[in-house]
């Protein structure tokens, strides 16, 4: 009696080929997932104009996106570097946030803001500020006055009569300064917006 002869199906083994593939690419994206990458974050907010010293940064793991030649790698030393655009606390160093695009020089000046700030003015925020000069029947129309300042801090005051204007400190360019006291010694009413910036990365 001859043997039967048996033949595997070839839709069974398509149907392997298919899972097996599958799971393999199901583990390929749970690793890439999950992979993480050593960068240098920095540990207080870094302004334009500051220099990197070892205790503003640390090293975090964290997971970058597939452009992560944006971010300092972790084997560069960034202690040292100047700071070219505001970096904020736990935000990981953009590369373009460091060396010397920082050249250009800016004032610290502390001027008055009436009423209550917006929320999103503070430490390391840009803002551009608002002027209105005084007129005999009031104030003249608002106008861009500084384009692109950089909030130092927000000034609590301390005194026993407070004010109603918010005090802050602000970093201009150089050029601008005078513009600006003038404003201030004139008595201009002096309001800030600040600007949309986008957000490189969450560690």
């Known amino acids: 009696m001859a043997a039967r002869r048996t033949w595997m199906d070839p839709r069974l083994v398509i149907g392997v080929v298919l899972v097996l593939v599958s799971l393999a690419g199901v583990w390929f994206v749970v690793q890439q997932s999950s992979r993480t990458e050593t960068a240098w974050a920095a ?9 990197v010293a070892a205790g503003d940064v640390e090293q ?19 202690v040292g570097m100047l700071v070219a655009s505001t970096v904020g606390t736990g935000e990981v160093l953009p590369v373009r946030a460091l060396g010397d695009a920082a050249s250009e020089d800016r004032s610290a000046i ?19 500020v608002w002027t209105a000069a005084p007129t005999e029947d009031g104030y003249q129309a608002p106008a861009v006055l500084i384009d692109d300042a950089i909030v130092v801090g927000v000034l609590e005051d301390e005194g026993i009569l407070a004010s109603s204007a918010q005090q802050l400190e602000l970093l201009v360019p150089t050029d601008e300064t005078s513009v600006l006291l003038e404003a201030m010694s004139n008595e201009h009413v002096l309001s800030v917006v600040p600007l949309a910036q ?6």
């Open 43 to 51: 540990t207080r907010t870094l302004l334009p104009g500051d220099i």
């Open 60 to 78: 975090v793991d964290v997971r970058l996106p597939q452009s992560q030649d944006r971010y300092l790698d972790a084997s560069a030393d960034p």
């Open 110 to 128: 502390v001027v008055d803001i009436e009423g209550a700030l917006p929320r999103a003015v503070r430490t390391g925020s840009l803002v551009d």
């Open 198 to 203: 986008p957000v490189e990365a969450a560690p």
